[in-house]
Each structure stands twice: as structure tokens, then as C-alpha cells.
């Protein structure tokens, strides 16, 4: 069974900066996609950043030039690198995968999947 173990995040002052980090466990034949939502309190869960297999990224205007996504493949592994906190990215962050896992030693027939971490708080104080 796949899971996506979220790390970081917590507290910071306006200016700072934090990191987030998510680890895709699980028997994994591929990744296409990974990234980065966030959510506050009565809102739509909104795209951040994301990066595909081959190194693609892309953001959300609000967080081009002060967010950063990195991925490692080695270990499933994806990054977000926040510089230049503003208490309006005070939201809880998720981190998602597209993935094909391994099934009985094939990939799944039931194709590509998403998932989500847990969640984890970012809070930023003016």
C-alpha cells in the first residue's frame, strides 16, 4: 500500500523561511507527477507547485520566486523550499503524488493513482 509521509512546516516569522518534505512509501513502478496544495479554512484546495518526471515545474503566482520544488527520484521524494514567508501563506499543506504502484512484482492494472499526505500546518506570524 502506497503512503505519502509529510515532514516540516510549523511556525516561522514573516520573512523566513521553512521546508516541507514528503517521502512516497510503498512499492512505486512510477512517479509523473509530484507536488504541493494548500488549503485554508473554508477554501478550495489550491495548486502550489509541482514537478514532473522530466524536471518540469511549475507554480502558483503567488508563490513564483519565494517557493521552490525539488524531487528526488532515488528516494520518491519531494521538496518544497519556502523563502520570504508572508503571513498569507498561513494554510495547511499537502503534498501529492500521481503514481503506478507494483503489484505481485507488475504494474498495477488498475493504472496510475493519486495520493495525498497528511496534511501539515504552516503558520506564519507578522
Known amino acids: 500500500q502506497v503512503q505519502l509521509v509529510e515532514s516540516g512546516g510549523g511556525l516561522a516569522q514573516a520573512g523566513g523561511s521553512l521546508k516541507l518534505s514528503c517521502v512516497v512509501n510503498?512499492?512505486?513502478?512510477?512517479?509523473?507527477?509530484m507536488g504541493w496544495y494548500r488549503q485554508t479554512p473554508g477554501n478550495q484546495r489550491e495548486s502550489i507547485a509541482n514537478?514532473?518526471?522530466?524536471?518540469?515545474?511549475n507554480y502558483a503566482d503567488s508563490v513564483k520566486g519565494r517557493f521552490h520544488i525539488a524531487r528526488d527520484d532515488a528516494e520518491n521524494k519531494v521538496d518544497l523550499l519556502m523563502h520570504s514567508l508572508t503571513p498569507g501563506d498561513t494554510a495547511t499543506y499537502y503534498c501529492h503524488a500521481n503514481y503506478l504502484e507494483i503489484i505481485r512484482g507488475l504494474p498495477s492494472v488498475w493504472g496510475y493513482q493519486d495520493g495525498w499526505g497528511q496534511g501539515t500546518l504552516v503558520a506564519v506570524s507578522s
Open positions: 514537478v514532473t518526471k522530466d524536471g518540469m515545474m
Open positions: 510503498g512499492r512505486i513502478f512510477e512517479i509523473p507527477s
